[in-house]
């Protein structure tokens, strides 16, 4: 591109224009979105998420509020040093108010420490760990969308009340993959069925699971359970396909986002079990969700992580206005104090609220994936089999270990 | 049923046979990266995310222009070949004089741009791609369920195999080949066009990558790292059968898939590591590698 005069002066102005209502002394509530941008996660999250939190300063109406709204958004790149570092950088430098979204469970962990020393809001929508309302809970910290235990809850007890009684587990072996296995089999057991064998496979670096399906085949379960996330899952289920698994044994995805399904192609994912807490085609308010976000990402749906984004940003603008601006900019544990005080209700996850220990608590429900013939379009993918509710979903207040459950 | 140190031979055969299926990935990709390293000593680390530019291709031909397997095997070697020239001869042939360590960090660059590009066009979750209505289904051994597909990759790594060894080993052209990676001045000065050959080496090489990218479309997920996943492992089988030894890769190929299928059965933990144990074994043992010549 040549650069001429007018294309310089022209964008000169443009970015003058942004600081036009700080000029204008307007507090400004600043959003950082802390996400994966070129990763294993950028789909589920990533951009997409960035525009959530501003379809969420767009719905509230912020433009013709006292006060404005600036979002600005980082690549973690999956490590925890890397996102720590830049939630530190975005707390002493930059003025962040409130750090969204952070998938990945190890650099969300890492981000809840930052959120904690330097009194900012954390709500976190991506990561999977329910540490971050256990044992490494805290006052600056909310866990939106979903967790490991609610996960296993719903997919094992429901698989095991729907006859699938024996399950043979297929685990990736790391940290995440075991936490998935353990929580999965404790439910399985306690709906009445049987774990009959696991296999765990290298992590990372495992893209051929046929010998680990035959295994599984082979243990004469009814059921298989995926321990495992993105493209380990996907592969798992593709080759479970090509080796005919899936017509003697049921799938069910412990771990399983709507862009996997949408990769995978109906044809392959048919039949899957899978839990979300929000899925765009569930009622009436998420289409209506969908359908405004539809002109950001024209091309696909919103998952549950980029959904948890929106409703986040949502909960926090109203909560910061209730409160005041400056008082919520000047203390974090107050604001999410506050935060944990109202009720919540967004178009994607309904009425709901957030626990002391900071778990936002919602219904969480049981899908599985349509036939291709089922399917009416694109993105058009699941059926609900069932739904659990709210207060039953996530672990019980006081089984996490949460330090401030007890204050 | 009788067993074999206590697993039952049916798991057993099973497993030997997918080691044989996915030693034949290994094959044909350290096939291309044996052929370019013993042709143009480049350690050609952009080997993975050619591999899976082959996939991407065949997805793109599929998705866009409704070009089905069969001709994306043909079209996307084709494709990712011509690609290799453009790259050997803008940046690739500039590095002969050098040591081998330039050209290794200029492929392993021009990795991270490839797939970076893909991970910025496509996404991270990857896309799907079918097996081919006429390969569907699968064959019951007996001792196993073998799908149709996988006998085929089989089939058709080990042609390929063959027909490359030919090509380098028994005719006049590799014969040429051959004589140009021994003393290129002096076969220039028999007339033959050298820079010429190199070249296209490169892309020949490459398209193997990319061939063994359409096989893998429809097993593995067609995304920005699934080359990634695979190259580490490939290099390991280069290594252990001796750098630029056609035949020392597709032996080796096979061999360790074989070896890692048996790991998942007896202790799948270690299936990821298996293949560097024996690769540090090898290299204090033979440090050529097992069919490699000393230098």
């Known amino acids: 591109m040549k650069l001429s005069r007018r ?3 022209g964008a000169a102005a443009a970015s003058a224009l942004p600081l036009v209502p700080a000029r204008a002394q307007k507090p400004t509530l600043k959003f950082g979105v802390l996400t994966d ?8 999250a990533g951009p997409v998420a960035v525009a959530a939190a501003q379809q969420a300063v767009e719905d509230y109406g912020v433009a013709g509020k006292g006060f404005a709204v600036e979002i600005i958004s980082a690549d973690h790149q999956n ?11 975005w707390a002493d430098r930059d003025g962040v108010d409130v750090i969204l979204e952070v998938a990945n469970s190890a650099v969300g962990l890492a981000v809840a420490g930052v959120a904690k020393d ?3 809001v954390y709500v976190n929508s991506g990561a999977a760990t329910s540490d971050l309302t256990g044992s490494a809970c805290n006052a600056n910290t909310i866990h939106w969308v979903y967790d490991t235990y609610m996960l296993s809850r719903s997919t094992a007890t429901s698989v095991v009340k729907t006859g699938g009684t024996s399950w043979f587990m297929l685990v990736a072996d790391y940290a995440f993959g075991q936490a998935l296995q353990r929580d999965a089999s404790s439910f399985v057991e306690a709906a009445g069925g049987k774990v009959v064998g696991s296999v765990k496979t290298p992590f990372p670096g495992t893209t051929d699971f046929s010998s680990f399906l035959l295994q599984a085949q082979s243990s004469g379960a009814k059921v298989l359970g995926l321990c495992n996330a993105g493209a380990d899952t996907i592969n798992s289920i593709k080759q479970a396909k090509e080796f005919g698994i899936t017509s003697s044994m049921q799938l069910a995805g412990l771990l399983v986002f709507l862009t996997d399904v949408h990769s995978l192609g109906l044809e392959v994912a048919q039949g899957l079990a899978i839990t979300e807490s929000f899925y765009w085609d569930l009622n009436d308010r998420t289409r209506a969700f969908s359908e405004r976000f539809k002109p950001k990402a024209p091309t696909r749906r919103p998952t549950m992580v980029q959904a948890g984004v929106y409703a986040s940003a949502l909960h926090y603008l109203k909560t910061a206005e ?19 005080s109202l009720p919540t209700d967004d178009d994607c996850f309904g009425k709901g609220s957030i626990r002391a220990d900071g778990r936002c608590i919602h ?45 | 049923m009788f067993t074999i140190l206590g697993f039952p031979a049916p798991l057993l055969f099973g497993q030997l046979l997918l080691g044989v299926i996915n030693g034949a990935f290994y094959a044909l990709l350290s096939l291309g990266l044996a052929v370019i390293f013993g042709m143009l000593n480049i350690v050609n680390f952009a080997h993975g995310a050619l591999f899976m530019l082959g996939a991407f291709v065949a997805w793109g031909l599929l998705e ?21 020239i453009v790259l050997e001869k803008l940046l690739i042939s500039r590095l002969y004089k050098l040591d081998h360590l330039y050209g290794l960090l200029l492929t392993f660059g021009l990795a991270l741009i490839i797939e970076g590009l893909a991970r910025n066009n496509f996404g991270s979750s990857g896309m799907p791609y079918p097996i081919p209505a006429s390969l569907q289904g699968a064959m ?3 001792f196993m369920f073998l799908p149709v597909y996988r006998g085929w990759v089989v089939v058709a790594a080990l042609v390929m195999c063959l027909a490359t060894w030919v090509v380098i080993e028994k005719t006049p052209l590799g014969a040429t080949l051959r004589a140009a990676t021994e003393n290129a001045k002096l076969v220039q000065a028999f007339g033959v066009n050298v820079p010429l050959m190199i070249t296209l080496t490169y892309a020949g090489g490459v398209a193997l990558a990319a061939f063994a990218g359409v096989l893998a479309a429809p097993i593995y997920s067609v995304n920005p790292n699934m080359g990634a996943n695979f190259i580490i492992v490939v290099f390991a089988v280069v290594v252990i059968g001796g750098m630029g030894s056609i035949l020392g890769s597709v032996v080796t190929g096979f061999g360790l898939g074989v070896i890692e299928g048996l790991t998942k059965v007896f202790y799948p933990q270690a299936s990821a590591t298996v293949i560097f144990l024996v690769m540090i074994i090898v290299l204090l043992a033979r440090p050529a590698g097992l069919f490699g010549r000393a230098a």
């Open chain 1, 322 to 340: 209730a409160m005041g601006i400056a008082e919520a900019k000047k203390d974090g544990a107050a604001t999410v104090a506050k935060m944990k």
């Open chain 1, 37 to 44: 941008l070129s990763g294993p996660y950028q789909d589920l």
């Open chain 2, 140 to 142: 019951n051994l007996g």
């Open chain 1, 7 to 9: 294309t310089v002066l």
């Open chain 2, 64 to 84: 866009y222009l409704g070009i089905g397997y069969w001709w994306a095997l043909v079209l996307a070697p084709l494709v990712v070949g011509a690609f290799g």
């Open chain 1, 79 to 89: 490590k925890p040093d890397v996102g720590a570092g830049i939630a530190r950088q």
């Open chain 1, 118 to 120: 330097k009194n900012k």
């Open chain 1, 363 to 407: 219904p969480a429900y049981l899908f599985q994936v349509k036939s291709p013939k089922e399917s009416k379009g694109p993105w058009d993918y699941y059926k609900l089999l069932a739904t659990t509710p709210a207060d039953e979903a996530f672990r019980p207040l006081n089984a996490g270990g949460c330090p401030l459950v007890k204050a």
